[in-house]
């Protein structure tokens, strides 16, 4: 038990520093096509690799099951549209240098997720962690009153819209994968007819006579779909709570790439209001490390 319980913090640990490092440097580096196109690109390549990987591990049986609810299709669909709002929005922020604004999202993103939690679940909210969601609003309105140009919209919407994703996904309770590939399929056709309508208009950078970048632009598949595979089977392995601690691995990375490689500006507004999510976060999971 404690072998599975050490490698499934393994897992989670490698795919929280994988999107917080390797997907940061990834997306950053193929951004020169353009924020729109790479997102389609996203799209499209992440539903291929998660319909090979749903040929490989034989998964067509649960695939099927899922889709033959009517609730599950309506959820998924709705879902769909959360997770391309997040890759949307954060894909933006890698390509015009707000990697950090992208940070606070996810720093606050878990926070979130417990408010949710007690609004649609009707989950326990100890003082502790009331006290996080109160330093966490504290933050976003201090921003506010101090500088409507620092509110960080971008990492906002990061962590509404993956907060809420959290939320539609544990009210159906479908496998990660299979749900991530039926709402890949959901934005599928519209994410093809913009691509048809970029190409048309001459916008496009990938060129199928240029073998080696079509190549790198494939991995954006991967580049998403690796990352999800190793932190949910780290969760399955090492429970939530520790995995939720582990995650944050995923900002922080994102945080300091942001200042101290990509030398983006961060204000002082900025810096108090980080201080506040910080002291936030400390709390949140020193409650989780007493609960689990």
């Known amino acids: 038990m404690n072998k599975d319980f050490n490698k499934g913090l ?8 994988w999107w917080g490092f390797f997907g940061v440097i990834y997306f950053k580096y193929i951004a020169y096509i353009g924020h729109l196109e790479l997102v389609l690109h996203r799209c499209l390549w992440t539903a291929f690799t998660l319909i090979l990987t749903t040929f490989f591990f034989l998964k067509w049986s649960v695939f ?48 979130l997720s417990v408010l949710l939690g007690y609004i649609f679940f009707k989950e326990i909210l100890n003082k502790k962690r009331i006290f996080s969601i109160f330093l966490v609003a504290l933050s976003i309105l201090y921003l506010i009153v101090v500088s409507l140009k620092s509110l960080p919209w971008v990492g906002l919407i990061v962590a509404f819209s993956w907060s809420f994703y959290n939320l539609i996904r544990k009210k ?72 939720g601690m582990i995650f944050y691995i995923t900002p922080t990375l994102q945080f300091l790439l942001g200042y101290f490689y990509y030398n983006e500006p961060f204000s002082i507004s900025k810096l108090v209001s980080f201080i506040f999510i910080w002291i936030a976060v400390i709390i949140y999971l020193k409650d989780l490390h007493e609960t689990n």
Do not use: C, H
């Not at 393994?10 to 520093?17: E, M």
């Not at 934005?187 to 080696?212: C, H, M, R, T, W």
């Open 10 to 17: 393994v897992l989670a640990g490698f795919g929280s520093f």
């Open 64 to 111: 099927f099951k899922i889709i033959e609810n009517r609730s599950n299709l309506i959820y998924l669909s709705i879902s769909g549209f959360l997770i391309f709002i997040n890759w949307a929005v954060w894909i933006y922020a890698i390509a015009t240098n707000r990697i950090i604004d992208a940070s606070f999202g996810y720093f606050i993103m878990p926070i």
């Open 172 to 243: 159906i309770n479908v496998d990660t994968d299979i749900g991530l590939l039926i709402e890949s399929l959901f934005i599928l056709p519209f994410a093809l007819i913009a691509f048809y309508l970029i190409v048309k208009e001459g916008y496009n950078d990938f060129q199928l006579s240029d073998p080696p970048m079509m190549l790198f632009i494939f991995l954006a598949g991967p580049m998403t779909v690796i990352p999800l595979f190793l932190y949910v089977k780290g969760v399955e392995l090492a429970g939530l709570g520790p995995s």
